[in-house]
């Protein structure tokens, strides 16, 4: 039976009207005439019996059937390009993920540790694109994510199934530097953690999506302190960490997305009280689907990457 499927062709000029909303730029873009967009676009028109582009004075802009199309289309085209590009790399061997992530995560922890996936699955190739909102997998041409957020906010992630890798416990970090001009140590001692209390006389870094961190800190070790709030805000751990270095001042960070700068001695452990955070980090996958070889044997390696860290943390 004949399938009812267009052109690539007249896919692919429909595409790249529908992002430019124009025949003359979707031309340019494809080496093409625009003589030759227009009639593969009336072609796809005919093809479906639906009108997807109407004209206006500037141009054509789409229906809203075409701009329901188009997104489909565009995630349809992106797919067979990753896919025919995966499979000229690897000549039809091994096989490949392509990963949502939280930038700082996958940075700081997951990049690190890709040397040894490497070492034991050699024919595994991880794609990672920045993500840090819940999406639909049929929208994206995405076959997991590493997504960091509340409990509810996972509950409430339509058509998945997660997996719990690790929680963002916090601790407070900074430069050694900034930690030797707050308390004394005889010559040759290693530096020591603070009390508590100290901290609060320190310059205090913040997270600006975490308002409240340093505040609910003081007040699980039963500390108060006024300027908890005071200090500059930054969005990224990757910023507060940088800023940390400099000796700025002391940040509350989940350890494990520190640890280069804590073996290389940038940072030190200002304190060693650590605060349960909120958010917990998660391997998201699609929901009823059977997930590929290659799909199971990473996340075996992920879930042995994150029982290593943990075990490592709590030493």
């Known amino acids: ?13 429909f595409e790249a009207a529908a992002r430019h909303e124009s025949y003359t730029r979707a031309a340019q873009e494809l080496a093409l005439t625009q003589g030759a967009v227009s009639r593969q676009v009336i072609a ?36 067979v390009e990753r896919d025919t590009l995966d499979l000229m790399a690897h000549q039809g061997t091994g096989g490949t993920i392509k990963l949502a992530a939280v930038p700082t995560f996958a940075t700081r922890w997951l990049m690190p540790r890709l040397p040894l996936l490497a070492k034991t699955q050699p024919d595994i190739t991880v794609h990672i694109d920045t993500q840090t909102r819940p999406f639909l997998f049929a929208d994206t041409g995405f076959d997991a994510a590493l997504y960091a957020g509340t ?37 040759g001692r290693a530096w020591q953690p603070l009390q508590p209390q100290a901290l609060a006389d320190l310059p205090l870094l913040q997270q600006s999506t975490r308002p409240q961190g340093w505040s609910q ?23 507060l960490a940088v800023a940390a270095t400099h000796g700025m ?19 030190v452990v200002a304190s060693a009280q650590p605060l349960r955070g909120e958010r917990s980090y998660y391997f998201i996958t699609p929901a009823q689907q059977t997930p590929s070889n290659v799909l ?17 943390q709590s030493r």
């Open 217 to 239: 800190w003081f007040q699980s070790v039963g500390v108060d302190a006024p300027r908890a709030m005071d200090g500059p805000r930054y969005e990224l751990f990757s910023m």
């Open 44 to 79: 796809l028109e005919e093809f479906v019996g639906v009108e997807l582009f109407r004209r206006t004075r500037h141009g054509v802009a789409l229906t809203p059937a075409g701009d329901a199309y188009a997104r489909k289309v565009r995630s349809w085209l992106l797919g």
């Open 296 to 312: 199971q044997a990473f996340s075996s390696w992920l879930k042995a990457m994150a029982q290593q860290s943990a075990e490592a």
């Open 151 to 187: 409990p509810e906010q996972v509950r409430n992630w339509p058509g998945i199934e997660a997996v719990h890798l690790m929680d963002e416990d916090v601790v407070p970090v900074c430069s050694p530097l900034l930690l030797d001009r707050a308390t004394q140590r005889a010559p």
């Open 1 to 13: 039976m004949r399938r009812s499927i267009p052109s690539t062709q007249a896919l692919a000029c």
């Open 249 to 267: 001042g002391v940040a509350l960070i989940p350890p494990m997305l520190v640890e280069a700068e804590l073996a290389r001695g940038e940072l």
